[in-house]
């Protein structure tokens, strides 16, 4: 599933502008997750990773494409509007800007960290034992390989909202844009909270407090009230 032939038979795939898109689990010792990351951008040359907050969420996707990630924002807003708003209700991303912000990561340029990590091939499948491996699963140990690996993400924080374009900018696409300028602000501060959750959770609750304060309509803080 995670290997380097897999991921070119996906690209070879590809029809012009389309993107690939596979689980990324983030319960996972860095260097397996690490692996899973450096496979995929071995394929693709433009690599994203979406995970939304709404939720303490172990899963994300990894997306992959040939060209660097453009959004149309009229394109989008009609698409979300008529496929995916009435959906997303039920977990609190009837939003297009709380959705949007689900985009957390972008692997581009060199990252000796990242480059280090092993391939993962059919001949050296680095992954394929990975749960019969000693030790590392306890709950204790999972809540930190999930911080390590948001961790990791954080590091490379990346912004939609510089990859939004608009041919001729509506009223709606300009409030989109004010309203995602809050909530990415608040999300490079919730994810910094998640990553210190169970390492400093005095430290966490400080992010989470500046997280409330700039957007407290975020979906993460709407399903928190929803749960409650």
Known sequence: LYTEEYFRNALARLKPGGIMTSWLPLEMPAQDFRAILRTFR??????????????YNKHALVIGSRSPLQLDVGRFLY?????????????????????????LAALVGDDPELDSAPLNTIDLPTLQYLHMRAGGYSL???????????????????????RM?????????????????????ATTHLLDARVLRYRSPAEADVEYRRARELAPSHPAFLSESAMR
């Open 165 to 185: 374009a608009a041919e001729a900018p509506t009223a709606r696409t300009e409030l989109l844009s004010r309203r995602l300028q809050a909530l990415e602000e």
């Open 79 to 103: 698409r979300f509007d008529r496929f995916a708003r009435d959906d997303l209700a039920a977990i609190y991303l009837s939003d297009p800007a709380g959705f949007l912000v689900s985009h």
């Open 140 to 162: 204790a140990e999972r809540r930190d390989l999930v911080a390590g690996s948001l961790a990791f993400l954080a590091g490379r924080r990346d912004l939609i909202s510089g």
């Open 42 to 55: 071995s394929v693709f040359p433009n690599v994203y990773v979406w995970s939304t907050l709404s939720h």
